[in-house]
């Protein structure tokens, strides 16, 4: 009788401490409910956002492959288009020479470079009053008011050496009144008013003459 009892006892104990567990449980506030749901939902946000950062960034890499990237060859024709050039008579000293003067304006170092790589020459050497003057009818079609040719002075003052580009002889000179003392520059260009010569400085982008 005795032992019906205690296992009684012990039975009401273990099924009213069941039914309390159920009924803390059922009174589990919204707010830790609504807690747990954005806990369990969280990875799945997290995930999602790192999905589209990632998608984000292919998009930007992609774009960027898409950009075209200026290239750094030179591929551009240093040589004067053909309407740039207008051929000149020969000269009186040379009969085998050919000329041409270029329209495109370039400064004296461009300018020889395009006479050697072009044609094969060099800036214009003059010998003569009467080649001078060819240069100077021709170069007036041009309008432009100077034309380089190939000479060069050197030192200062009283110690002043003139040169020509293409190695030949110093024998002709036709200076505008003052040159070339006053200075100027150390690059030599031809007027296309009157043909007088003066010193100009190398940097200036002038038409020019080559000889080949």
Known sequence: MKLHLILSFV???TVSSFH????ALKRESPE???TQNQEQEMPEEEEFLASAEGDSRAEQEEATELVPVPSTKEDINVCPKEEDVIHLKGSPECKTCRYLLIRQ?????????TCQSCYRGRLVAIHSFAFNLILQQSACAINQGQVWIGAHVSGWGACLRYSWLDGSRWDFAYWAVGQPGSGGGQCVALCTKGGHWRRVPCAHSLPFICSY
């Open 20 to 23: 309390l567990k159920n009924e």
């Open 105 to 113: 304006c370039q400064t004296y170092q461009q300018a020889q470079f």
């Open 32 to 34: 830790e409910a609504e």
């Open 11 to 13: 039975l009401l104990g």
